[in-house]
């Protein structure tokens, strides 16, 4: 469903990734082509029982965060290792050298987000616009 | 716990968070300011059965994208109503005036991201830098 304003895809359960989402990688959803995002890549990610990032990797220019939903693991950066659960929020600078797996008994699900440093000029407070109007939900 | 290239926040359980953080009300929880994010402000929330954003917003400049995680609800875009469910993504340009509501029967768990609309130059294609390097996970 698409309008001048809003996009919106569906997932489905965060449970089922592995088995609804190849992109490009069994459980990993990107949205940016599915939504027509403009200002971030994010994707969806469920990782098996067992599984790992089999790689390393930083970035050119972008900050990255990544937020665990469920599942316990490990994450690596330049070398430090944190322990990953339920809440879990990481912020990874471009030059950070990251990856990390899943050690716990269940499968891990987890979102990435991907932004350019420094490039948010107006925050919340200055960039909301709440217009004077009540909130209709019925004809 | 911080570094110069990562920091980490432990957010805890989604399902505790309506006690566990009032920023700035109960159940929202913004993590630019503990994790020192620098191109995207994002907060976890949860909205309780029967809960609302009693008010409609657009932004000036910032592209936003809904991640539903549970629950089950209604949000609005400009007139146009969406049914949300877990791993229902939506996202809403600057413009958009916008609102959402937990009709479920269950307190509902999103994930909401800002970051500048039009800001990011390089995708994960073109950014992303994999050192030649095996992972080593035990020293």
Redesign the interface.
Known sequence: ?N????????????KDLISTSQDPVPGKL???S?????????S?NQLPTGG????????????E?Y?F?SGRG?F???G???EI?????????P?????H?NTGSEAMVF?C????????????E??????D?P?M?EA
């Open positions: 469903m309008n001048v304003n809003f996009t919106v895809a569906e997932a489905g359960p965060f990107y949205l940016k599915k939504l027509g995002l403009t200002g971030m890549e994010v969806l790992s990032v089999p790689f390393y990797h930083s970035h050119r220019e972008n900050e965060l937020l939903v490990e690596q950066v330049d430090r290792i944190l659960k339920e809440g879990t929020c990481i912020r990874v600078a030059e950070g050298v990251r990856t797996r979102v987000i991907q932004v350019k440093a420094e490039s948010i000029q107006h925050w919340v200055s960039d909301a616009v709440v217009p109007e909130v939900w």
